[in-house]
Every structure is written in structure tokens, then in C-alpha cells.
């Protein structure tokens, strides 16, 4: 069963939780012509005559991705080589490019697009790239930065992006009508390049039933300070366990919820403490559970397009303490809903959340607004709505220069316009 809408789209969803309803909000609205979904394999979904979106190709790769992860890392010399994430990107590409040249809209996902992006083009179908990062240029700047600053070999730093996926990424920009960035930290990341007019901001959205403020009974009788993301240099973890010891707050507890990257193992035995917990990776649901049993939220990463967890913990009614240039700026009234600190400044994020331990009032009164702000400006509806709306203009766009391609192709051109007759008749 085909779209019925005008307008008929090809999307890939990678990890991008704002996207969790946008394939279902598409095929409702008669728009989905494929669904193509990576998680982590390549499963292909269309519409089908019993009004279902109905799964047509499935390619199982994970097993032979594992094995060639496992045999280039015993390979000598392999132990830093980043060469499987490219294999992984190119071969994924192949096999997903085959569904992007059919309909009006291919809304492809960075680094696994190349090739669909040209196919795509080549059909004549708009294109649209979701890139939820800075610029790569950026991006590896301030991790490199990271690196240098707290003495890590940066073949050490898994967050350090390997060479030839930056060149994949720059390709795809060039390929790409519309360059789709989470905020406007993002989109200045891409000024000084000559493709920059194609970044636009669409502000992504949260599952803000899954992610709920708690009652008042269920908050713990301490002061519980939550940060989520990977424990790396990257997210600023080095400067809020400054900050944390700074405080020296009694009956408190920071909960740092995600993965443990290897580089940080010296900065956590000179910082870790009784009152530092370290969860690992979490479900989103275990995730929200500790939302709500926390009085606030730390983000403090000084390398991010926008972090998805602050719309998270604003949902899930805490005050937000937030780095600039993390997206904070785009979801945050600073003293409103949230604050937002100068990026790897310890002594400045201490004092936000000091304030939010001494007035406890005050910080519940600020999480009752970053749950507003979210109802009303950052559900998973409101990101569907707004890259819909990106779908249409794109088109428009697309239907005005063919139109105007077609006139220009039909008009003679100098060469073989009439002559001008002469003024005294023939000859």
C-alpha cells in the first residue's frame, strides 16, 4: 500500500529516541513509504494492503560485525584502529540506499547515508540528513581538547573520531538539500563551511509520559544530584567531580548513570567517593526511576549538539544545571526552568547546584517549569510536527526549482532563437 499524502517519505532511524513516534505520526498521515530502522540491524518496513506497516527485508549482520570487531582487535598493531566503524557504516549504507530513490523525501541518519543521499538525488527525491552532533570538525576539537588538557593519548579516547568517517560526514553534507541540527549550538558549528545554509534547527522532542516528575512522598531523605551520559572527559566529568568534592555537601549523593569509559579510571580513584555512585548503562525506564528519586540534574559536557537527557530531567521535573553550548541555551531560561554555567568552570557550577541544596523550595518551584516548558514545546509531538513541517517546505522547495528548471529548459536559446527580420524585407 503506497502513501497516500502528497508527500511520501523514506526514513532512517538510528538512535535518535526523539523518533520514536515520528515512523507511526508518518504512516497514519499517509506519508511513510519506508521505514528503515537500525537497531542494530537493517530492517526494512513499509505499508501494506492490511493497513499495517509490515516488515519487508531484514538483513541479520550483527554476528559478522562482531566477528570482524573481534579479529581486528586481536590483529597486531589494530588495538586504536577505528577501520570496523567504517565497514560497518559503508556496508549498512549499501543495503539501505536500495529503498532511497523512490518517493519525495529520503530523511537519511549521519554517516550511514552516503550512498542513499546520491541515489536519492539522483531521483530527484528532497533529502534531509538528521545530524544530532556538531560539526565532526567541532566535535573532535573539544574532545581533542579534553585529551590534551587531562593528559590522555587520544588513540586512548574512544569519543575521538576516526579520520575517514569525518570525510564520510562532510560528504554527506554536501550531498544533503537540508542538514537537520538540535539546536543553535549545533547549527554555529557550521559556519565556517560552505554548506552551512543548509543546517536548520529542529528542536527534538521527549516521551514526557515515561519521563514524569515523582510524588513527594517517593524523593530520598538526602540531596541526590543525577548526571546521565558516559562517564568520559568528553561530558565534562572531570569538572563536576571538582565540583562535587568542592561541596563537600553532607547527606548528599551524585549518581552518574551511564557507561564508564576507560579513561577516567585515574580521575575517579582521585575523586570517587562514599557519596559517588556509578550505575553503568540503564534502561530509559531505570533511568526515569532515578530522575525521580533525585532533587536535581548536572550536565556539564563541553562537547554536545544537544543533550537529550536535559529534556528528560526537565520532564521528569527537576531544576537542570546545564553547560553552555549544550543545547541548555535552546530549552533553558536560566534562573526559570533551569541554570546554565560557563563550560569547564568547576568553581561556577558548585555554586548552581549549592543553590539548589540551600533552597529547596525555590529549585522545586524552577522543576515545575521545566515540566511546563516541555508539555509545552518539547514533546516527541512537537519534534514531529516541526520536521513535517521541514518535510513540506523542502518539497515546495524542490517542486519551485524543477518548475523553474523546466521553464529555463524550454525557452530558446540564443543560438537557435528567429532571426530579426530585415528592415527592408528579404533578401
Not at 68 to 73: I, K
Not at 231 to 249: H, N
Amino acid at each position: 500500500m503506497m502513501p497516500t499524502s502528497p508527500i511520501s517519505v523514506t526514513l532512517s532511524i538510528a538512535n535518535g529516541s526523539w523518533q520514536t513516534t515520528l515512523p507511526q505520526t508518518l504512516f497514519q498521515a499517509g506519508m511513510l513509504r519506508y521505514l528503515l530502522r537500525f537497531t542494530p540491524d537493517l530492517e526494512v518496513s513499509q505499508p501494506n494492503r492490511a493497513g499495517s506497516l509490515g516488515v519487508v527485508k531484514r538483513y541479520n549482520f550483527n554476528l559478522a560485525r562482531q566477528a570482524v570487531w573481534s579479529l581486528w582487535s586481536r590483529s597486531p598493531g589494530n588495538k586504536h584502529s577505528r577501520l570496523p566503524v567504517m565497514a560497518n557504516a559503508w556496508l549498512t549504507d549499501r543495503l539501505a540506499s536500495k529503498w532511497a530513490g523512490t518517493g519525495s523525501v529520503f530523511h537519511g541518519w549521519t554517516a550511514i547515508s552516503l550512498a542513499s543521499l546520491r541515489i536519492a538525488k539522483q531521483a530527484r527525491v528532497a533529502t534531509l540528513l538528521e545530524h544530532p552532533m556538531l560539526h565532526p570538525h567541532s566535535w573532535q576539537r573539544e574532545v581533542l581538547a579534553e585529551c590534551d588538557r587531562h593528559d590522555i593519548d587520544p588513540a586512548d579516547c574512544a569519543s575521538v573520531l576516526p579520520e575517514q568517517l569525518i570525510v564520510r560526514m562532510e560528504r554527506e553534507f554536501a550531498e544533503s538539500d537540508k542538514i537537520v541540527v538540535p539546536s543553535m549550538a549545533a547549527r554555529r558549528s557550521f559556519n565556517p563551511y560552505h554548506y552551512a545554509a543548509r543546517a536548520v534547527v529542529i528542536s527534538p522532542g521527549v516521551d514526557h509520559h515515561l519521563f514524569a516528575p515523582a510524588s513527594e512522598a517517593s524523593l530520598a531523605p538526602l540531596f541526590r544530584v543525577c548526571c546521565v551520559g558516559r562517564v568520559e572527559f568528553a561530558k565534562g566529568i572531570a569538572y563536576l567531580l571538582q565540583a562535587w568534592r568542592k561541596l563537600a555537601l553532607p547527606k548528599a549523593e551524585l549518581v552518574l548513570i551511564g557507561e564508564t569509559r576507560d579513561e577516567t579510571k585515574r580521575l575517579l580513584e582521585k575523586y570517587g567517593s562514599t557519596n559517588v555512585r556509578l550505575t553503568g548503562p540503564l534502561s530509559p525506564q531505570e533511568v526515569a526511576a532515578w530522575y525521580r528519586q533525585s532533587n536535581a540534574f548536572v550536565f556539564p559536557s563541553v562537547n554536545e549538539g544537544f543533550g537529550i537527557v536535559l529534556l528528560e530531567a526537565m520532564a521528569s521535573g527537576l531544576p537542570v544545571v546545564a553547560s553552555k553550548g549544550t543545547g541548555a541555551d535552546d530549552c533553558v531560561t536560566h534562573g526559570k526552568d533551569g541554570f546554565i554555567f560557563p563550560a569547564r568552570n568547576p568553581e561556577a557550577l558548585a555554586e548552581l547546584l549549592l543553590r539548589c541544596h540551600r533552597q529547596p523550595h525555590q529549585a522545586k518551584s524552577i522543576g515545575k517549569n521545566a515540566r511546563a516548558k516541555i508539555e509545552a514545546e518539547f514533546t516527541l509531538a512537537h519534534y514531529n510536527r516541526r520536521i513535517i513541517d521541514l518535510y513540506k517546505s523542502v518539497v515546495d522547495e524542490q517542486n519551485k526549482s524543477r518548475v523553474s528548471a523546466d521553464f529555463t529548459r524550454s525557452q530558446p536559446s540564443p543560438d537557435t532563437a528567429p532571426a530579426t527580420p530585415h528592415p527592408s524585407g528579404s533578401r
